[in-house]
């Protein structure tokens, strides 16, 4: 009797847990099909990144991270299909968000890290005294600390500079945040680090890599467009349309005044005699990215 017991126990927890992983596996299965009136469907690709899907429709990731509620939007995997547009969506992001619209009226125009940065506001209320907030890019409301306020003349315009506060110390990527005294707000985002060219934000300059020379199964030298002063980028070689799983990190290029700057990167021994590759610059913790596809076969 004592072992039929166990045994029936025994079956009951088997039970229970395959319960379990039919509900959890038909739950994640919802949560991708929905919402069920959307209008535009993407597939992931390998090597897609939210923000790159996003630069396809004329979106942003947050909005898509909102309309598919992505937990951890950093986690997409190829062959996931995310929703894009959906019928009756109106994307309301926090006011601490940056909404990514070319309308964007405040920007950075120069910082020094963890020190202060210089914020230029345009086409605002005209002499109106505006509160203005700093905060983790992607933060909670709540979190977000006042750094001043600013008063914009006839023209709605305003510029002013702006003590960066220790809790935002060594935060990469800093939300940017003026307030109406009606509540109305507008907002924007930059790097914490020392520049005075490209800072970061909404309507900056993008990153590109272009391709220069080639040496078969050695090297590849990259010319890389409009990185952020003093932001370091990591490097990676994969094969054409591969798992970023499968990528080799092949070194670190760092941005300078310039907007042009150039550097050679071996090409790892795994795709030697590979004909198709790609190159990556990637900064994860101010989510930028850009990357150019190569021969692998020597240039003239």
Not at 36 to 55: F, P
Not at 78 to 106: D, E, M
Not at 111 to 138: C, F, I, P, W
Not at 173 to 200: C, D, E, H, M, Q
């Amino acid at each position: 009797m004592k072992m039929s017991k166990r045994l029936t126990l025994l079956l009951l927890a088997f039970a229970i847990s395959i319960s379990l992983v039919i509900t959890t596996h038909q739950t994640a299965s919802a949560a991708v099909e929905k919402p069920e009136n959307c209008t535009k469907w993407h597939t992931v690709k390998q090597g897609e990144y939210l923000s790159k899907i996003a630069e396809l429709y004329d979106t942003n990731w947050y909005s898509l991270a909102s309309i598919n509620r992505m937990s951890n939007p950093s986690l997409i995997y190829p062959n996931q299909k995310i929703c894009i547009f959906y019928s009756g969506y109106t994307y309301s992001p926090p006011a601490n968000t940056p909404t990514g619209s070319t309308s964007t009226t405040v920007f950075a125009i120069s910082v020094k890290e963890d020190s202060y940065v210089t914020v230029q506001g345009k086409n605002l209320s005209a002499e109106t005294r505006y509160s203005v907030y700093l905060n983790k890019y992607y933060g909670n409301l709540e979190s977000k600390i006042l750094v001043g306020s600013a008063s914009t003349d006839k023209s709605g315009s305003f510029k002013g500079t702006y003590t960066i506060p220790k809790k935002l110390y060594d935060v990469m990527k800093i939300s940017l945040i003026v307030t109406s005294p009606r509540g109305s707000s507008t907002s924007n985002w930059f790097i914490n680090a020392t520049s005075s060219n490209n800072v970061g934000g909404i309507n900056s300059p993008k990153v590109s890599v272009s391709i220069l020379s080639v040496k078969k199964d050695k090297w590849v030298k990259i010319n890389v467009k409009n990185l952020p002063t003093n932001v370091t980028f990591k490097v990676y070689i994969n094969k054409l349309d591969a798992s970023m799983r499968k990528a080799v990190e092949v070194g670190t290029i760092r941005g300078t005044k310039n907007d042009l700057v150039s550097d050679s990167f071996d090409i790892p021994g795994t795709f030697k005699d590979l004909s198709n590759l790609e190159i990556f610059v990637i900064n994860n913790n101010v989510g930028i990215s850009a990357e150019a596809q190569f021969n692998n076969k020597t240039t003239n």
